[in-house]
């Protein structure tokens, strides 16, 4: 075992480096706190937290939560601003967890690797107060941010009379580019974070170096390849608090302005700029396809020849639009890309290999060095003995998964007596299983990849794209072209793809924005599976002892009412004296279960934060002793009668008689406050609070923001956007002659989706780094092959559904299949026309590029005449 006071070393030498105070969280005697919890002692709050929590059952509290106040409840347990409190982290760029498990000497091992190998780096080491886990906190200096500037070759925008435009920083050259005189305004947080993640992911390890069983090559990055095997836990930069919130007013909120894509790009980085500057761009096309088609389909419900017309039409009108979409949209990456300065980005000639992957090792016959090796031929065979089988499995379950869906809804439309709305059942659990098979297949297509071990993270990725494009592929239109192709029904064909297109999107947004925020507060441990089971368990006892109460009041009333025939006012009926708690709101409790519940409320009041920390101020062991009046939970707001809490009593009576019982029994046990707190209920008005958020609460929880964006959950990317977009442009642009409405409600979703992106990014992920690209990537090919593949679809539904029959019965079968043939190599052809006669660049940003390279030739002659002439 390691030496306990290693740790406390380790923070106090690292704060040393950082050149800091110690304020790195946001919290005084933060050094103290961590020192005497690796050296065993309990903190005072914890120890004092754990008492109360070993003397408690949440269940007393969400037992009262659900009698009458069932909002007030769920804001108790979804809302963190009533309970935390965030303490802003200053001195920060980036933040490098560790597991609870990490041992003293794997921190000093690396602290020591970054400190030598990246002198530029300052970091504090500082332990979450919630998790207990160790953190690297890290910045830097301007000077050094210059430097890394020019190892990285970031773009930076150059002064007017320099020639304006973007150049790659030079240190000899800083004063022609704007704004260097600001250390604030020069850099963005973003590329302050990019920086020092460009020092870390190239620190490498020297030949011999081990950590425990790791052993490291020569030349290999340490920091990746700790993140992949797990010591280093998660490694993210800090949200900047006034920027996102600035973000929050002017494009989450913001729906009917236009996405203010400069300040994303610098906050976000290029890669999410460009995407949401393509979704952007994406909805704002829609709208031709949307009007037309929402005119058409009012237009068709004339008769049936002007809906084979319309049909034909649209059909048409679809396949330019999304050729036109496809190279204006080009045209706007090209124009975004030179403005972000990713335009000309060079190709990496060495890209460095995957953490993840995993070989024999062997000497590199490019640069000499030692390097892992995986032999082609294992790929090839997993891609053939396993991948292949599984991807036909997959197939076999989603068909199979169809037919039983179209089975019910046959069964479902031959009975007459059902109502017609059940007619959409099976098509609503068709889309049900869809929405589930994208999250299996997509897990399957991770799982796959990973096996087929890929050395390049670019090979990695456009490996991934096409293993997901076919899953999704197949799981979202096998049963639109089974019904369109097989079934040749084109008014089944338009309520499938109805119900698909829109159940599915409202599906996917409303998980977007929920799992992000579910997963922070399982971590946090507010919303933990275990709350959640109680939660359960306290409302079906609630509302189970009600029904059972219930029925045996209305049984009691009836058979009284069968004796004396009148109503009248039962006495004497029960022998047995009244307990104390026999009405407590709206449901009987047993002697037992009423002390029981009382003393839970008096040990404690919130059970969702049973694993945080409080800062105690002035609440002390004393105040547990004092009487059920002050902590009990009534559930009352300011001016609120308190009669509104009990559903099955009078106010006035049952005090009554609750004071005469009280007053003839000596026993100080059954001598309950609460019948003469309810009596002077009008009285006290002004000094009752809600004991969800009352005003003199001095507890509260001090959290950190570097440990709160610790506990969210992870961006994974702009893939599963993508992706989702592609699915919803199929189903647009492939089956548009069956459903012209199509378009209208990928419209309406995609302004949604945009906000709830936008806020899922905000506000429940953690800030990821920012990647440079200058385009789309393999999605723009996706997009392009859906667009070839809708002219063969339509053409075919067009001749197999009868629409070119119906308008032009002269034609022979064999005509028929001549014309449709015909239109599809016109429509192929038009598509190819107008893909060549749009540039892919604007002129504009062909001449800017030009001048660019220009001055560079000019810059490179003028530093060799300089060096010859020296």
Not at 267 to 294: D, E, H, Q, R
Not at 745 to 770: H, V, Y
Request: charged share 20%; hydrophobic share 40%.
């Amino acid at each position: 075992m390691e030496h306990p006071q290693a740790a406390g070393r380790a923070a106090a030498d690292a704060g040393a480096d950082g050149g800091s105070s110690g304020t790195a969280d946001g919290r005084d005697g933060a050094a103290e706190r961590m020192e005497r919890t690796v050296r065993g002692e309990p903190d005072t709050a914890t120890h004092h937290q754990q008492q109360q929590s070993s003397s408690s059952a949440p269940s007393g509290v969400l037992d009262k939560l659900f009698g009458k106040r069932l909002v007030l409840a769920r804001h108790y347990i979804i809302s963190r601003k009533s309970w935390l409190r965030m303490v802003p982290t200053e001195n920060c760029d980036i933040l490098m967890t560790f597991p609870g498990t990490t041992d003293d000497h794997t921190l000093l091992w690396l602290l020591n690797q970054i400190r030598v190998g990246i002198p530029q780096v300052s970091i504090q080491v500082r332990q979450h107060q919630h998790s207990q886990a160790y953190a690297f906190f890290i910045t830097t200096t301007f000077e050094n941010l210059l430097r890394g500037a020019e190892q990285m070759s970031m773009f930076k925008t150059v002064k007017p009379q320099f020639g304006g435009g973007m150049r790659r920083f030079s240190c000899e050259e800083d004063n022609i580019y704007e704004n260097i005189e600001s250390e604030l305004c020069f850099f963005t947080s973003q590329e302050r974070q990019s920086i020092i993640k460009y020092w870390l992911d190239n620190l490498r390890a020297k030949h011999g170096d081990v950590l425990h069983n790791i052993h490291f090559l020569e030349g290999q990055p340490i920091v990746p390849e700790l993140v992949a095997r797990g010591v280093i836990h998660q490694m993210f930069p800090l949200h900047e608090q006034r920027i996102l919130n600035q973000l929050m007013t002017s494009w989450v909120q913001a729906v009917c302005e236009r996405q203010p894509l400069d300040d994303i790009c610098d906050y976000f980085g290029v890669k999410i700029g460009m995407y949401f500057a393509w979704l952007g761009f994406y909805t704002n096309s829609l709208l031709y396809p949307a009007v037309i088609g929402f005119l058409l389909w009012i237009l068709a419900e004339a008769d049936q020849t002007s809906q084979d017309i319309c049909c034909v039409v649209f059909a048409l009108f679809n396949v330019v639009w999304a050729t036109l979409f496809l190279e204006r949209w080009k045209r706007r990456e090209a124009e975004l890309a030179y403005r972000w300065g990713t335009l000309d980005t060079p190709a990496e000639s060495l890209e460095e290999p995957r953490p993840q992957f995993r070989g024999v090792k062997r000497c590199s016959p490019i640069t000499g060095c030692e390097e892992f090796y995986y032999p082609p031929w294992k790929r090839a065979a997993f891609r053939w003995l396993v991948s292949l089988p599984i991807c036909l499995l997959c197939l076999c379950f989603v068909f199979f998964a169809m037919l039983l869906c179209l089975q019910l809804q046959e069964v479902v439309m031959e009975i007459q007596e059902l109502a017609g709305i059940t007619r959409f059942v099976p098509k609503v659990l068709l889309a049900i299983t869809v929405t589930i098979c994208d999250e299996v297949y997509k897990k399957i297509a991770y799982w796959l990849n990973d096996m087929e071990n890929y050395r390049l993270q670019s090979t990695y990725e456009n490996n991934l794209i096409i293993k997901m494009v076919f899953f999704e592929f197949i799981n979202s239109y096998l049963s639109l072209f089974y019904i369109g192709f097989y079934l040749k029904d084109m008014e089944r064909l338009k309520e499938m793809l109805a119900t698909l297109l829109i159940f599915r999107q409202f599906l996917q947004n409303i998980k977007e924005v929920l799992q992000p925020y579910l997963y922070e507060q399982n971590k946090l441990g507010v919303f933990t599976p275990k709350v959640l089971w109680e939660l359960l368990q306290s409302v079906l006892l609630k509302y189970g002892r009600l029904a059972v109460d219930k029925a045996q009041a209305s049984m009691t009333w009836y058979s009284l009412l069968g004796q004396r025939g009148i109503p009248g006012p039962v006495t004497n009926c029960n022998p047995e004296p009244k307990r104390k708690g026999d009405l407590k709101a709206g449901f009987r409790l047993s002697e037992e279960e009423w002390e029981m519940n009382d003393s839970i409320m008096k040990h404690r009041k919130v059970s969702f934060t049973e694993k945080v920390n409080y800062k105690d101020v002035t609440t002390k062991t004393h105040r547990e002793d004092e009487s059920f009046l002050e902590d009990s939970p009534t559930l009352v707001e300011e001016g609120m009668e308190s009669s509104c809490l009990f559903d099955s009593c009078d106010e006035d009576s049952d005090c009554e008689s609750l004071a005469q019982e009280n007053a003839g029994v000596s026993s100080p046990k059954e001598s309950d406050p609460l019948c003469q707190r309810r009596k002077n209920a009008g009285e006290d008005k002004d000094n009752k609070k809600s004991w969800i958020n009352p005003p003199e609460e001095t507890k509260t929880v001090n959290l950190t923001q570097a440990e709160i964006e610790s506990c969210m959950k992870t961006y994974e990317g702009t893939i599963q956007d993508y992706q989702e977009m592609f699915i919803q442009f199929g189903y647009v642009v492939l089956f548009s002659s069956a459903f012209p409405l199509a378009a209208m409600c990928a419209l309406i979703n995609n302004i949604i989706e945009i906000r709830s992106d936008a806020l899922k990014l905000c506000t429940s992920m953690q800030r990821p780094f920012g990647q440079r690209v200058e385009n789309i990537g393999q999605w723009q090919t996706a997009m392009e092959a859906m667009g070839l593949i809708a002219i063969i679809v339509n053409c075919y539904l067009i001749g197999q559904c009868g629409q070119l029959q119906r308008l032009f019965p002269w034609l022979s079968p064999e005509m028929a299949v001549v014309s449709i043939v015909l239109l599809e190599h016109v429509a192929v052809l038009l598509k190819y026309i107008i893909h060549v006669a749009i540039p892919d660049i604007p002129g504009w940003v062909a001449d800017e590029m030009a001048k660019l390279e220009y001055r560079r030739r000019e810059a490179f002659k003028s530093f060799h005449s300089s060096s010859s002439g020296g």
